[in-house]
């Protein structure tokens, strides 16, 4: 089983920049995929970043060049730096992780919301 608490959410104005931070708590392994998901009211989830075990990554279009994915393995930690944010990135974001990076994900944290005004 394993266990995925996110924090660093926020309210920012457009333009800034937020860390979020995944922890991955029981058989968390350097084996799995991580990711980023996230959902707006009425909107359907949607990817926005992915990492393999082999340390690829892969970013939905809209954050490409905006945000950054990076890992600490020693500390099962996840990270997405967000920077340039704009007011369409407002959402609820969710760390997710599996032993592969084709969806279905089957671990999911309970979320952070991120708010980026204009």
């Known amino acids: 089983q394993v266990q995925l608490v996110e924090s660093g959410g926020g309210s920012v104005q457009a333009g800034g920049s937020l860390r979020l931070s995944c922890v991955g708590y029981g058989h968390t392994s350097v084996s799995y995929c991580m990711g980023w998901f996230r959902q707006a009211p009425g909107k359907e989830r949607e990817g926005v970043a992915t990492?393999?075990?082999?340390?690829?990554?892969s970013y939905a279009d809209s954050v490409k060049g905006r945000f950054t994915l990076s890992q600490d393995n020693a500390k099962n930690t996840l990270y997405l730096q967000m920077n340039s944010l704009k007011p369409e990135d407002t959402s609820m974001y969710y760390c997710?992780?599996?032993?592969?990076?084709?969806?279905?994900?089957?671990?999911w944290g309970q979320g952070t919301q991120v708010t980026v005004s204009s």
């Open positions: 990492i393999d075990s082999a340390g690829i990554t």
């Open positions: 997710a992780a599996d032993s592969g990076c084709t969806p279905p994900f089957n671990y």
